[in-house]
């Protein structure tokens, strides 16, 4: 596993709607695997592979937007009021570190509050920049932050902010990497905007104007103390999506996928999940309608500063991904 290409994809700035610096560095790893590269006007970087002929044209989407804070207000004594840039629980948030566009890090706390036995709501919290006063608070209204939450590899764990969807960035350079022979048309989407309502995928389908489409995202799983019933568990292999809280897969793309890990050997799952959703809810909606799945990652603690994955449900997803692309 490239364990240095995973840490500086989950570690780069990147929230929804400043991609820059994270196209960038996806952008030096795809170029030189495909035969052309191009940024739509949402900023989502496509990566298109020519197939050897008789194929459909694919495309795969990989978010590399992240979830962060937006300062909203700067208190008299220099304390950072914020809002969430994607879905963000204030329980996560509390004691955690975000760092801004131009460096500033600030201490993510919670005005002390009466009412112990309610939760906490994001208006309770303040970011702390070590500023004294509004006059001298390195941060602005409007400026956006990253949570920070270096790689950390334990066994076969891997635990990092933002494995939702740098981890997705990952699978898709990697299966890109390993492709060496495809009849597809493929077109590699890492997208824009997907924590904040899937507009980069949204958009560049269209212009792509797919026969298929699949994401490649994280996924939940049902196997932490009290989680909701779910049947994907952490190392037990990519799932493979059947519904999620926006999109039904459509059949045609799911049984590929099954065979595709069927032929691998590799162990997969099959996905329900109940609430959230991917790139390929939009993508399948685009023009007349685009037959649509998702490989996911399991994935514990999503949308947290630590965010856990098993490296071989990692490896698979790549495996999974090039043997669906060859046939
Ligand atoms: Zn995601």
């Known amino acids: 596993m490239n364990l240095d290409l995973l840490e500086k994809l989950t570690q780069t700035f990147g929230p929804s709607g400043y991609e820059d610096a994270i196209r960038d560095v996806i952008r030096q790893e795809v170029a030189p695997l495909v035969d052309e590269v191009r940024v739509d006007p949402l900023g989502s970087l496509v990566a298109y592979r020519k197939g050897t002929g008789g194929g459909q044209k694919i495309a795969l989407a990989a978010h590399m937007d992240e979830i962060g804070v937006m300062a909203t207000y700067v208190e008299e004594q220099g304390y950072v009021r914020f809002t969430s840039i994607g879905g963000l629980r204030p329980l996560n948030c509390v004691g955690s570190r975000v760092r801004f ?7 993510v706390s919670m005005e002390r509050r009466d009412d112990v036995n309610s939760m906490p709501a994001l208006q309770h ?14 941060v602005a209204v409007g400026d956006p932050g990253q949570f920070i939450g270096p790689l950390v590899r334990q066994g076969n764990r891997l635990v990092s902010k933002t494995m939702d969807d740098r981890v997705g960035c990952y699978v898709l350079i990697e299966a890109l990497r390993q492709l060496k022979e495809t009849p597809h048309e493929v077109y590699a989407i890492f997208s824009t905007q ?10 560049s389908a ?26 994907v568990e952490l190392g037990k292999g990519p799932a ?16 590929k996928l099954v065979a595709a890990a069927q032929e691998a050997g590799l162990p997969y799952q099959m996905e329900i999940l109940l609430g959230g959703s991917t790139d390929a809810a939009a993508m399948q ?3 007349a309608g685009v037959p649509s799945g998702c490989v996911s990652i399991p994935c514990r603690f999503i949308h947290s500063p630590s965010e856990m994955v098993d490296a071989a449900d990692v490896e698979n997803a790549i495996t999974l991904l090039v043997t669906a692309l060859r046939v």
């Open 101 to 107: 566009a131009n460096g500033v890090v600030g201490v």
């Open 125 to 138: 919290l303040y970011i702390d920049v070590g500023a004294t006063s509004r006059e001298d608070c390195p």
């Open 194 to 203: 997907e924590e904040i309502g899937l507009a980069g995928a949204r958009t």
């Open 206 to 231: 269209f212009r792509v104007d797919p026969d298929m489409a699949i994401s490649i995202d994280v996924t939940g799983t049902g196997d932490t103390p009290k989680a909701h019933p779910m049947a």
């Open 240 to 255: 493979i999506k059947v519904k999620d809280g926006g999109m039904i897969a459509h059949p045609l793309v799911r049984d």
């Open 285 to 287: 909606l685009v023009r």
